[in-house]
């Protein structure tokens, strides 16, 4: 994939047509498992220019031009029982600007500071902005390991391409995120279920208004250590499924992790949350389809009268995030119903299938009232997997099965494996050193 | 409604129920020509916090705390020839901290410079973020006027609430940038068409992680000296009706000024221009409803076999921004219609309709080959008015008729009084005196 020729027909604005748009919206991250696919521009300098649309030779992120900063006034990390999400930040951060003219510059990484950028810069008028968030694990060995950190990466680009941000080597940025943790590796609280929260985000920092493709950017990466979501085990959440405000649309942005997906979301959850419930159940459409929980991807396990058990997670339609979390419970819930990788205390092969469709809300009513609902879950880095045992529905609530540990019966071995993998107990290939 | 007890059931999320939520969706902004309306808060001190929802006697933004730092370093505004919009910015800006412990904070005049916000900083992750537009206009007397900027704060509150930014005095915010426009004041060019464009924004500086109303806010205001938006006469474009993106659904955010609604829709718009068109015919639905053209709100004028002609407007149904532009061009429109103020060059009193009401690209189109379609254009702050003469649907191009001068007959009139109003040559009650 390093030559012009192959990489032309996918991503040359002349050749984005609709069809392609489409293949953007709905990108398959479960290929990357095998093979480096398009998204990520392995030891290429050929970018992609947002204003244009054309390729172009400006330089692309490169590691080798890394300069190291580091701070004279190292912080103490806090003591890991205070930890709050998203409160504390290492010593260091990387940062990578980009302009129209220069293409991605020197790579920094530099102490933890404020960003200076003109009242007029772009991300704060037109919500030039995208996030990603992914863990580094300290295993009993000591060794620190990123989940899957290709999958991001590649999120990351699309993201970019969709709010003409300009994209970029996502392997560079990997191996610049490996060298910032190396660096404030003694942030990561040596304590099981704890990691350190990793927060790669691009925003425009053009400095004059206009709705266009911002002739600046930056690229930068921020840590975070974070404790357990569930310090005192799974604890269920009831959901309200929500139709007075939707998540997304179709020909919308609700399939990239844009920072426009997550403002609009918190009246919502307040809402909720006065209806004593803990998050949203996002809906679309007169049949209310289930898109996704809060800011979780959405799965269900339902009871056929056949024995079967299915594992439904509503497909990548345009509407739903490509989730990372979500992917890997797919693929180990296939593997197992395929035999290849057999996970103890699900039901045995043939007894269990896995369905990306789509699903309303009244066939999770109807099979809760037949007994045949056997969970409902979100899937998300911050929590891997979320328990539900209530959905307020138009006026009623929908009772939902857990276990005593709070779990249910599919995502519990589920959840066993995925976390072994990530905390390094598994061997995995989609484990990644640092 | 200067009472606790007044704001109490409009602005108390305890009763923030369903029907006000429609009501804030859509909101009525015309009905503040004549009254104070229920989102400006004339002279109160109690704010509505965004943390709980509930009212608190939290300082609101107060004119009496104004600190002002003059620069030492002013700057010659450049040739007025040379003005690109939204890049040269003049010496001051305003800018107003909120906390949720300690409420609106002293406002400032200071010197044009950088923000220094934390890289977590709540805007850069999740859209906390929302803007206004207007400008300010110098008469041929020397006399410095805005329009309507009551209707931008109205907006610009309904704007916070939705994502659960804070709340403020709006008039106390006019009178503050009334003081920052009397400092800057000789940044207006003194030639015709030319004026001074005032951005008011509002963002969440939270510097932690999370989803949720931020513990932290900075109101802004810049301004930027702007020149006509045809300085050659009018130039009609071409819109591609856009079937492969849309800007807003229902229980979205396309009612609001939010920053969140600006970055998706570059994509679409480069596409457009790809095409061979200007900008993007925003629609709905499988009907195809017209919303919106690319930043504007949308008008079209139809001529019935009745002899008739009707001016169609789009109404607010919660997908379409209440811009100030389109209620004055409804209001300027119905005082005709009405014969309150004719206006010369319109269909006489009779033979003249304004509705607010959908419209459907099929209408449209019907209308143009059976030869009815009077015109068609946009609305907005930069242009007022911006004439349509082509639009690209479904593979075949709508012809639109426009006069020699790029108008048609019915924004012509509306357009020439509502830039009289603007400009101070026509006395109205929308000019405010700065």
Redesign the interface.
Known sequence: MSSLRSLRPLIS??R?S?PL?KRLALPNLSEARTTSSWMTRWNSTVTQDPMT?ELTSLPDIEVSRLEITETNSPKQPPASSSL????T?TDH?LAIPWSAVSGWGAPKIRP?A???????AT???????L?EGLKAYRDSTGRITLFRPDMNMKRMNTSA????LPTFNGDAVIELVKRLIRLDKHWIPDLPGYSLYI?P?L??TQA??????PSEALL?V?C?PVGPYYPQGFKPVALYAT????R??????GAYK??????????A???AA?KGYVQNLWLHGPEHYITEVG?MNAFLALKHPDGVTELVCPPLDGLILPGVTRDSVLNLARDHASGKTLLEGLPESGKFVVNERPVTMGEVKQAAEDGRLVEFFGTGTAAVISPVNRIGYLGEDIQIPTGPDGMGPVSRPIWKQLVGIQVGSIPSPWSVVV
Chains 1, 2 share one sequence.
């Open positions: 604005c002349r984005f609709q748009i649309g709050v999400f998203g409160h930040f951060m933890y404020p960003l200076a950028l003109a009242p007029s991300v704060f008028h037109y919500a030039q902005a996030f391409a969709r709010v003409a927060r985000t925003i425009g004059a208004l206009g709705i266009a493709p930068f921020i975070s139709t007075e405000y939707t997304a649309a179709p020909g919308g942005i844009l920072a426009a997906n997550y403002a609009p979301g918190v009246v959850q307040k809402e006065k800011t």
